[in-house]
C-alpha cells in the first residue's frame, strides 16, 4: 500500500487504537486508485484495478523516435525485457533489445543509447517492453546480514528507483538506507542506519522497500481523512466495485468516486506525460 494505516491514523486524531484499520486500508487502496485512473496508470493486468503502487507491465508501444520510447507508467525502476516486432505479432519472429542497448532517462522514457542495429518501430504495438514501475516498490534481503554490511543482497532490484547519480534510499524496519549503485540483485555503496535511524542486522527474507515519497504520502493520507470524514454526510453510501467495498457514492450529484480539487492540483507532480486531468 501506498502508506500504512497508521499514517493515515495520524490525521484523524479522533481514531484511537487499530479498530478502524481494516476500513482505512480498504481506503488507502480507493484512493490509490483513483489517483492512478487521474494519472494515467494502464492495467498491470486485465481486470485489475491501476495503482500507483510498483508493478510489473507489459507495454505493447509505438515510437515516435526511432532513438527514444515513452512509457506509459511513472516512475519506471527497472526492464526485464524489451523486444521489437514490426509485425506486431510477437510469434517467435521478435529481435530482443540487450540490455547494454538501452537505458531508463528521468523514470519516463527508455532510450536506446549505442550504435548498434536495433530501433523502435513506429508501427502500432511494435514495441513489447516489460517494465516495473511505480512507488512503494518491495523486495526480500537475501541471506543474513550484518549491521555493518554495505553490500546488501536482495531479490531484486528492479523495484527501486534511482537518482540520476545511480544511488537511492530503502527501509528495513526502521532503518533508513542509503546505496550509491544497485545491480540486478545487490544495493551497494550502503550507509547503514541513515537520517538519524539505528543500524540493525537483517535475516533472510526480511522485507526491504523504498518508501513512498513524503508529498505523494502526505497527499493519499490527506485523501484518506477526506473520504473517512466524507461518509458521516448522509448523501454519501458505501459502495461495493468488484467485489471491494472502497468507493463513496455522492447519491446528490449522481456520480462516485470524485477526487476534490486540491487533490487534482496536489497530483500534478505525478503526472504521466499523457495523462489529462
Known sequence: MLITAARARDLLPGLTGTTEDTLLETLIGHVDEQCARRCGYPEASPGAPPSMESRVYTLDLRAS?????????????????????????FEGDEDTVPSADMVLRDGRRLRLVSTSAFA?????????????????????VTGAHAANATTITVASTAAFGTSKSGGGRVMVGTEVITFSAKTATTLTGCTRGAEGTTAASMLDAAVI?????????????QLVKYFYELRTNQQIASLTVNGRT????????????LLPDWALAGLGAYLLPSAVL
Not at 124 to 137: E, F, W
Not at 209 to 221: I, N
Open 246 to 257: 472502497t468507493a463513496l457514492q455522492d447519491t446528490s450529484r449522481g456520480e462516485r468516486d
Open 120 to 140: 523502435w518501430s513506429s508501427s502500432a504495438g511494435s514495441n513489447r517492453i516489460t517494465v516495473t514501475a511505480g512507488y512503494n516498490g518491495r523486495s526480500s
Open 209 to 221: 522497500s523504498q518508501p513512498t515519497p513524503p508529498g505523494l504520502a502526505q497527499l493519499v493520507a
Open 65 to 89: 523516435d526511432p532513438r527514444e520510447l515513452d512509457l506509459e507508467v511513472y516512475p519506471a525502476t527497472g526492464i526485464t525485457s524489451a523486444a521489437v516486432d514490426s509485425a506486431g505479432d
